[in-house]
């Protein structure tokens, strides 16, 4: 909701704002640099305290960054505030996957995050769309103020019915000096790493696609803000199908080999967008290819997380999130990318896509073997 709700305001933004489309697409890179650094912290807190606790922290954070969000009256002042709300907003976002560890092994884990994958794509369906009705009838701030009532809401259901998934007898007493340990056990796991880039990349292209859209869309393409919603829909359907059929699969196939299918079919979609955006087709011809990449986007990310954390079940907060600030800053730098090299064309927006898609196969062969992709 947090991403994607404000989409359609881009425009709006930039001229409310006095800004230009870059300024506006670096509270998106804001944005999703916090979700990638306030994980470091939150996991192996969780680790310690359990996992409710900090959701209520994190979550509170959220809240009163969006209300500053909603008040903003510079750029500036609204990038800051969306940084604010990242950071709470991760608690959220990542202690979601350790708590799905908490409760499951491997490939029943990754069948699990799949169908989480689902559920959580029903928001980022609903939200542009939503945004864009609220930002005709309302104004961009409008969307704010919905994000703090979303996070209220959120911190209803943290207090019941979720239960805490992580007993006193199973939490770490780290310190410091331990905490920093265990970070480095994580980077040096070859595989893990190769798990958590593999994820990293391929969220690095659904963000370049989530920061790049709505100015190639809207402006490019000429399509009303309040329709954009219906188009960015199509890329979400994607990811729900594609989380449905590893759902399906994973069980029988097993993580790493679902994994590799996914890294080969994304690096594919990668190809087929570049080339859509070098000869200038049709819209319906880009978003097709879009639809192909994020077929695999999820199918990705839930076997990449199922893998990482097999590798460290007795620290899953901590693993995930780490796993959580590599997905982030993949996702911030691509973002962040597209805003510099923006040239009134989608061309940024394509070879940020291309590139992180083939980055992803190299990664997974490197790191993870190649025998995989049989």
């Given at each position: ?131 864009g ?13 919905a ?10 259901i ?59 869309v ?95 079940p ?10 959580g ?29 291309m ?13 993870l ?6």
């Open positions: 909701m947090s991403v994607d709700m404000y989409l359609p305001a881009f425009p709006t933004l930039a001229q409310d704002l006095m800004t230009d489309s870059g300024q506006v697409q670096q509270t998106l890179s804001a944005f999703l640099l916090g979700f990638a650094v306030a994980p470091i912290v939150w996991g192996p807190l969780s680790d310690r305290f359990g996992r409710k606790p900090i959701l209520y922290t994190g979550l509170a954070i959220f809240v009163a960054a969006s209300i500053g969000g909603a008040l903003a009256g510079s750029i500036d002042i609204l990038i800051a505030f969306r940084f604010l709300q990242a950071l709470g907003g991760s608690a959220a976002a990542s202690l979601a996957r350790a708590i799905v560890r908490d409760r499951y092994d491997r490939d029943e884990a990754a069948r699990t995050l799949s169908l989480l994958f689902v559920v959580m794509s029903i928001a980022p369906m609903a939200a542009p769309i939503l945004g009705q609220v930002l005709v009838i309302f104004g961009w701030r409008a969307i704010f103020w994000l703090a009532g979303f996070g209220v809401l959120c911190l209803a943290t207090v019941y019915p979720l239960r805490e998934t992580l007993p006193a007898e199973r939490r770490t007493t780290h310190h410091v000096g331990e905490m920093a340990k265990s970070y480095g056990a994580l980077i040096g796991n070859k595989r893990y790493l190769g798990y958590a880039f593999c994820q990293g990349l391929s969220f690095a292209a659904m963000f370049a696609y989530i920061a790049g859209s709505p100015f190639v809207i402006e490019l393409f000429g399509v009303a803000p309040e329709l954009y919603g219906f188009l960015f829909a199509a890329h979400v359907v994607a990811l729900m199908v594609g989380s449905y059929i590893n759902s399906r699969l994973v069980t029988r196939i097993g993580v790493d080999r679902m994994l590799a299918a996914g890294t080969v079919g994304i690096a594919v979609g990668g190809v087929l967008v570049f080339l859509a955006g070098l000869f200038t087709v049709p819209l319906a011809a880009l978003i097709g290819a879009v639809v192909v990449m994020m077929l695999f986007v999820t199918m990705i990310g839930a076997n990449a997380t199922a893998g990482a954390l097999s590798e460290f007795h620290m899953a907060g901590t693993a995930s999130a780490f796993l600030m590599t997905q982030f800053a993949m996702g911030a730098g691509a973002g962040a990318l597209v805003g510099v090299f923006h040239d009134g064309t989608a061309m940024p927006l394509v070879v940020v896509m590139a992180s898609g083939l980055l992803a196969l190299v990664v997974r062969m490197t790191f073997g190649r025998r995989q992709a049989v």
